[in-house]
């Protein structure tokens, strides 16, 4: 009877002591479980490539508890690419806390090369509105050049500091948006080409105001004026129509820039951020 006994309250005291670990082990896998925060269906990065992405990822991801996430497919559903990215971020249980912290960026090659970038949490204070036409800004480039290694490390490094001066109290707004490297580039090239211009303008003037010093003869308003008296007769005057050319362009739609953004919920009603479009 008393071997009995003691048999019933060691496993009381199991049940018991399985019961509190239950909430620990659910915040610790919360944290602390692996996740496939890089996830390529089409296979557009070599085997090394993907493996330093992950790790980039993770380690960001950890360090800032918040989620960054790439993935690659091949089709998405174009009529509402944000609420396919959202609810494919919900399901694969990507995010930090209660708030699901995260951001993920989702591209798809077929049928019409689309990309959408969501974030829900922390995330929808971190990436403004503005933020996220600048994030867009620095990988979107990579993208339409099919350079998708670097297009998704520039896309990570951002989200990294994003966060950082989110953090810090200076997330990036309309107010603090810098230029990026590509606008950087052609700031100078715009710069070299007015240097230039102004260069030749001042160069003409100098040269105008020397050539009409060598001048010794005036000018005559009027073509007669160079024409001496009874030295021309006109006997004959018509008008000729030779002919008429015509070119017509059609006017260029660009599609290949961000399109859809702003607020919206997932299919669960979870709020999100985020933007869309074409590469």
């Given at each position: 009877?008393k071997k009995a006994m003691?048999?019933?309250?060691?496993?009381?005291?199991?049940?018991?002591?399985?019961?509190?670990?239950?909430?620990?082990t659910a915040f610790a896998?919360?944290?602390?479980?692996p996740r496939e925060r890089?996830?390529?269906?089409?296979?557009?990065?070599?085997?090394?490539?993907?493996?330093?992405?992950?790790?980039?990822?993770?380690?960001?991801?950890?360090?800032?508890?918040?989620?960054?996430?790439?993935?690659?497919?091949?089709?998405?559903?174009?009529?509402?690419?944000?609420?396919?990215?959202?609810?494919?971020?919900?399901?694969?249980?990507?995010?930090?806390?209660?708030?699901?912290?995260?951001?993920?960026?989702?591209?798809?090659?077929?049928?019409?090369?689309?990309?959408?970038?969501?974030?829900?949490?922390?995330?929808?204070?971190?990436?403004?509105?503005?933020?996220?036409?600048?994030?867009?800004?620095?990988?979107?480039?990579?993208?339409?050049?099919?350079?998708?290694?670097?297009?998704?490390?520039?896309?990570?490094?951002?989200?990294?500091?994003?966060?950082?001066?989110?953090?810090?109290?200076?997330?990036?707004?309309?107010?603090?948006?810098?230029?990026?490297?590509?606008?950087?580039?052609?700031?100078?090239?715009?710069?070299?080409?007015?240097?230039?211009?102004?260069?030749?303008?001042?160069?003409?003037?100098?040269?105008?105001?020397?050539?009409?010093?060598?001048?010794?003869?005036?000018?005559?308003?009027?073509?007669?004026?160079?024409?001496?008296?009874?030295?021309?007769?006109?006997?004959?005057?018509?008008?000729?129509?030779?002919?008429?050319?015509?070119?017509?362009?059609?006017?260029?739609?660009?599609?290949?820039?961000?399109?859809?953004?702003?607020?919206?919920?997932?299919?669960?009603?979870?709020?999100?951020?985020?933007?869309?479009?074409?590469?």
């Amino acid at each position: 009877m008393k071997k009995a006994m003691k048999i019933i309250i060691i496993l009381t005291l199991t049940a018991i002591l399985i019961t509190l670990a239950l909430p620990f082990t659910a915040f610790a896998n919360d944290w602390t479980r692996p996740r496939e925060r890089f996830i390529d269906e089409v296979g557009v990065l070599t085997d090394a490539q993907a493996t330093e992405l992950s790790a980039m990822l993770d380690e960001i991801s950890i360090r800032q508890n918040f989620d960054a996430v790439v993935v690659v497919t091949n089709t998405m559903d174009t009529n509402n690419p944000r609420r396919y990215a959202a609810d494919f971020y919900e399901q694969h249980g990507f995010g930090f806390g209660q708030d699901l912290d995260g951001i993920l960026l989702m591209i798809a090659l077929q049928p019409e090369r689309n990309f959408a970038v969501v974030t829900t949490g922390y995330g929808q204070y971190a990436f403004t509105s503005a933020g996220l036409i600048f994030l867009e800004d620095l990988f979107l480039p990579y993208l339409r050049n099919d350079r998708f290694f670097e297009a998704f490390t520039a896309y990570a490094n951002a989200v990294d500091d994003f966060i950082t001066r989110a953090r810090a109290g200076d997330r990036y707004d309309t107010r603090n948006i810098p230029l990026t490297p590509a606008q950087r580039t052609e700031a100078r090239i715009w710069a070299a080409v007015i240097s230039v211009g102004l260069a030749a303008i001042i160069a003409g003037a100098v040269v105008g105001g020397w050539t009409r010093q060598l001048k010794s003869v005036k000018s005559r308003d009027f073509a007669c004026d160079y024409v001496r008296k009874g030295s021309f007769a006109l006997n004959l005057q018509r008008d000729i129509f030779l002919y008429r050319n015509i070119r017509r362009i059609p006017r260029q739609q660009n599609n290949s820039g961000g399109g859809r953004g702003g607020g919206f919920s997932s299919s669960s009603g979870r709020s999100f951020s985020g933007r869309s479009g074409r590469f």
